[in-house]
T-cell receptor
Framework: GAVVSQHPSWVICKSGTSVKIECRSL??????MFWYRQFPKQSLMLMAT?????????EQGVEKDKFLINHASLTLSTLTVTSAHPEDSSFYIC???????????FGPGTRLTVT | AQTVTQSQPEMSVQEAETVTLSCTYD???????LFWYKQPPSRQMILVIR??????QNATENRFSVNFQKAAKSFSLKISDSQLGDAAMYFC???????????????FGKGTKLSVKP
């Protein structure tokens, strides 16, 4: 089946620094990638949708200057949390879709802790 | 806007028994997809089952089956012969059939935590 990886699986950073999370589709080309955020014991909240080669579409309330998304190739999307603060601590999940169909394949997630 | 509602925050089932998780949704669209995802403690999202709205036949995947009632906008998941490994958070999700891009995103319910008692 389709495999999506995320790196790192967990990261601890200091307040004010930036951290980059990678999402890769390993055995298919992902036309569209999605980034979700999940707080403990809550559901997944869509942050943004990115299509290869174009700017990401952010959901209402998500700061695009804080959560930079790049989808430079058909197998890689990155989420950069800039000037991270403790309130940005969360579980970030990406998913990728080959397009044309309706499947989204999820990565294993990245736990971010900002101290 | 579409919404997905899971009214059962927690459910419990005895091993080998059957349990049904409820999900209702609201949409004005006629063509869409519905999904059940499982999120175990590892937090990896796993697709359990999917249903195309244009299909009248309920989807089935081994011990997992759905009861899709389009008019009632209901999409429940039945787990038969429950196993300890079924313990997880279960999320119901909706996706428009209108295509990719931002319209292709999943809308999730709040989830139901399923416990399986040995």
């Amino acid at each position: 089946g389709a495999v999506v990886s995320q790196h790192p699986s967990w990261v601890i950073c200091k307040s004010g620094t930036s951290v980059k999370i990678e999402c890769r589709s390993l055995d298919f080309q992902a036309t569209t990638m999605f980034w979700y955020r999940q707080f403990p014991k809550q559901s997944l909240m869509l942050m943004a949708t990115s299509n290869e080669g174009s700017k990401a579409t952010y959901e209402q309330g998500v700061e695009k200057d804080k959560f930079l998304i790049n989808h430079a190739s058909l197998t890689l999307s990155t989420l950069t949390v800039t000037s991270a603060h403790p309130e940005d601590s969360s579980f970030y999940i990406c998913s990728a879709s080959p397009g044309g169909g309706y499947e989204q394949y999820f990565g294993p997630g990245t736990r971010l802790t900002v101290t | 806007a579409q919404t997905v509602t899971q009214s059962q925050p927690e459910m419990s089932v005895q091993e080998a028994e059957t349990v049904t998780l409820s999900c209702t949704y609201d949409t004005s669209e006629s063509d869409y997809y519905l999904f059940w995802y499982k999120q175990p403690p590892s937090r990896q999202m796993i697709l359990v089952i999917r249903q195309e709205a244009y299909k009248q036949q309920n989807a089935t995947e081994n011990r997992f089956s759905v009861n899709f009632q389009k008019a009632a906008k209901s999409f429940s998941l039945k787990i038969s012969d429950s196993q300890l490994g079924d313990a997880a958070m279960y999320f119901c999700a909706y996706r428009s059939a209108r295509g990719g891009g931002s319209q292709g995103n999943l809308i999730f319910g709040k989830g139901t935590k399923l416990s399986v008692k040995p």
